[in-house]
């Protein structure tokens, strides 16, 4: 079970870089939007895998 604590972390992380993807967005920022895009990608990828 505390393996799958670090996929849900993972999972909330990427979220949170979602709200922040439409926070930059908002603002006009897409360069920093762009990189919170990679980040959140590779945050979901890494809570699928640790599943």
């Not at 849900?8 to 897409?30: D, E, H, R, T, Y």
Request: charged letters at 5%; proline letters at 0%.
């Amino acid at each position: 079970m505390s393996d799958n604590w670090t996929a849900v972390a993972m999972a909330f992380v990427a979220l949170f870089l979602v709200g922040g993807i439409v926070s930059f967005l908002k603002q006009g920022l897409k360069m920093g939007a762009v990189l919170l895009a990679v980040l959140a990608a590779m945050a979901t990828t890494a809570a699928v895998l640790w599943w």
